[in-house]
């Protein structure tokens, strides 16, 4: 069974010497979260995963969870866990202190949600919304909603959910059917059907509140008409305590490629009692509070799963005994050298190890930004945090589970036909990480969102926004020679990555569909330059603690190593994707609907 050991001094450098976050958390006058606080955190963090949720994730797999009219069991042991996680106060550490919450700012907790979805996608998935579900809440409910789901949410007693898709529309929300009818006392009577519902029922808490998009009878058609209500399993009665259970059931759980211990349901929602949250009509706006917060979550994903499959390779790489080297053997007295010293085999960990420590750096800097947004009394400096943030989630959420996929993927070859035998765990790796590209808004919807609302919408500025940091960052060190070798090709990349934007723009204006044909390349392309600023970055710390003398040399090293891995070996894959965009729209269209015949 693999094992999962949590890369606390990555996490560390990231947090500490990346990011800075006890100066950042002092600009916030949160004085009161340190870096031995968060070390702390790690610390705990990284054992509840490493002992109690690893075990679980290949026994979770194998025994999946249990349908059964209506009610659905999850694996052995999960429900034994999450009482753990809620005893140990891991749901509340955001939580707003008014209702039971611990009111810390989001990178204090993003590396625990890295850890435990590293060491168990499947479990993470059941607790993973329920801070979605809270935030919002706290953004558009009520008072009266706040005090009534909040304190148990944020406990973790109560779990959340988001129902957005239907069987007939997938992503389309526009065309959704779930009705709600308005009733005398202020309550909604909701009816329809929800698909593809990530823990949308299961026995590890004892209420589950659904946060759901539905038509009021008189909504416009579209996506102008859609507004959001909460619905919970069971009503809650004026004094806090569970009432009757609500008209809300699931139908059935999906048998699935991977994550098969996370349950995915069709809930039925039958006269199911409903409470309005926002605006009527104006849902899905409030829906994207929740969307972008589990878009960042399967940004996470990205890393949990490329994190795997670069230390689960590793561990084999070092052991395994196949071939000499070309050079010549390496392990004279052995019957074979071990793989890792085949240069293949290193390209593989090396592509693994860069794009989870990549990946790394940008979701915990994502979620820096989601400090200043929550944190920050500077309305302006909160305006251009959610600015950057609303242009950087689709580029994590769509390139880092993309490159995730990949690192999963290279976890099984490294293992050559082991890899492909269930109890080395790299196949469930590949199984788990197939679903992130597609949920939570498919590569291709992501890429759309980046290039046409949050580049091509705002004429290039939420770009800028992001470009000029790239731009003073290789200014800053136009003139330190030990890390020209990343900056020259970055500034150039940065400046290149505008044309392209500018082309596409001219593109656009004589036919958008250009926009489609261009987008998930450039996406990809977008995403490549963005871990290259980070990689660029880190090796620029990296190299400071090295000047400055350090007794983790070999540390530091490390790092600029896989950074120039990653700008000689990773990074010319923009060509390929910059190539594809100046292939155009014309050669996609050219074959006729009837002429895809087969």
């Known amino acids: 069974m693999p094992e999962y050991t949590a890369p606390l001094r990555d996490m560390r450098f990231v947090l500490h010497e990346l990011l800075n976050v006890d100066e950042h958390y002092q600009k916030l006058n949160l004085e009161e979260v340190n870096a031995e606080l968060i070390d702390a955190f790690l610390e705990e963090g990284a054992r509840f995963a490493s002992n109690e949720l690893a075990p679980l994730n290949r026994s979770g797999d194998e025994e999946g969870c249990q349908f059964n009219e209506g009610e659905v069991t999850t694996p052995k042991g999960f429900k034994e866990a999450y009482q753990k996680y809620v005893e140990g106060g891991w749901p509340s550490l955001g939580g707003d202190v008014n209702y039971g919450g611990q009111g810390l700012p989001s990178t204090a907790g993003i590396a625990i949600s890295e850890m435990i979805g590293t060491a168990n996608w499947s479990w993470s998935m059941y607790p993973g919304l329920s801070n979605g579900a809270v935030a919002t809440i706290e953004s558009h409910g009520t008072d009266e909603q706040k005090a ?15 129902c957005l898709t239907e ?4 992503s389309d929300l526009g065309i959704l059917k779930s ?3 308005p009733q005398a006392d202020g ?11 990530s823990a949308g029922e299961h026995d590890m808490a004892e209420n589950i509140i659904h946060i759901v998009l539905a038509r009021l009878p008189d909504a416009p058609a579209g996506t102008r008409g859609i507004s959001l209500f909460i619905v919970p399993k069971f009503k809650v009665n004026a004094d806090g305590t569970l009432g009757e259970r609500n008209g809300v059931a699931c139908g059935s759980i999906e048998e699935k490629m991977g994550i098969k211990a996370s349950a995915t349901c069709v809930m039925n929602f039958d006269d199911a009692e409903g409470y309005l949250i926002g605006p009527e009509n104006r849902g899905l706006n409030c829906m994207f509070t929740f969307m972008n917060f589990a878009r960042l979550g399967t940004a996470i994903q990205g890393v949990a799963h490329a994190q795997k499959g670069f230390e689960g390779g590793l561990r084999y790489a070092r052991e395994r005994l196949a071939m000499r080297a070309l050079s010549g053997p390496k392990n004279p007295e052995g019957p074979a050298d071990p793989i890792i010293v085949h240069p293949d085999v290193r390209r593989m960990l090396l592509t693994a ?3 989870a420590e990549g990946g790394r750096a940008l979701v915990y800097y994502i979620s820096q930004l989601g400090d200043v947004v929550q944190k920050s009394t500077d309305e302006e400096e909160r305006k251009q945090a959610d600015e950057l943030m609303a242009f950087l989630t689709p580029i994590a959420k769509a390139f880092l589970t993309e490159a995730g996929l990949e690192a999963a993927n290279h976890g099984v070859q490294i293992y050559g036909g082991h890899g492909f035998i269930r109890e080395w765990g790299m196949e469930q790796n590949v199984r788990d990480a197939r679903i992130s590209t597609l949920y939570e808004g498919t590569t291709g919807i992501q890429a759309l969102d980046l290039l046409g609302r949050k580049v091509l919408q705002t004429q290039g500025a939420s770009l800028r926004n992001w470009t000029k940091i790239i731009h003073k960052f290789c200014q800053a060190n136009a003139e330190n020679d030990a890390v020209k070798e990343f900056v020259e090709p970055l500034a150039a990349y940065n400046k290149e990555w505008g044309e392209i934007t500018t082309a596409i723009g001219m593109q656009a204006m004589q036919n958008v569909e250009n926009v489609g044909a261009a987008s998930v390349d450039y996406l ?12 660029a970055a880190m090796a620029a710390t990296a190299q400071a603690q090295l000047d400055a003398g350090t007794s983790e040399e070999a540390f530091y090293k490390a790092k600029i190593a896989t950074a120039r891995f990653y700008f000689k070996r990773i990074l010319p894959r923009t060509a390929g994707h910059k190539g594809g965009i100046e292939g155009g729209l014309d050669c996609l269209m050219e074959l006729d609907e009837e002429h895809f015949a087969f």
């Not at 309550?187 to 519902?197: E, L, Q, V």
């Not at 990809?524 to 990689?535: E, N, Q």
Request: charged residues 10%; glycine residues 10%.
């Open 524 to 535: 990809m392309y977008s995403g490549y330059v963005t871990l290259a600023y980070f990689w």
């Open 167 to 170: 069987p007939h529309c997938g």
């Open 187 to 197: 309550s909604y009577k909701i009816s329809g059907t929800k698909i593809f519902i």
């Open 179 to 181: 009705r709600a009818i």
């Open 148 to 162: 009534t789901f909040l304190p148990k949410l944020i406990s973790g007693e109560w779990t959340g959910t988001m």
């Open 353 to 355: 190890k860069a794009f």
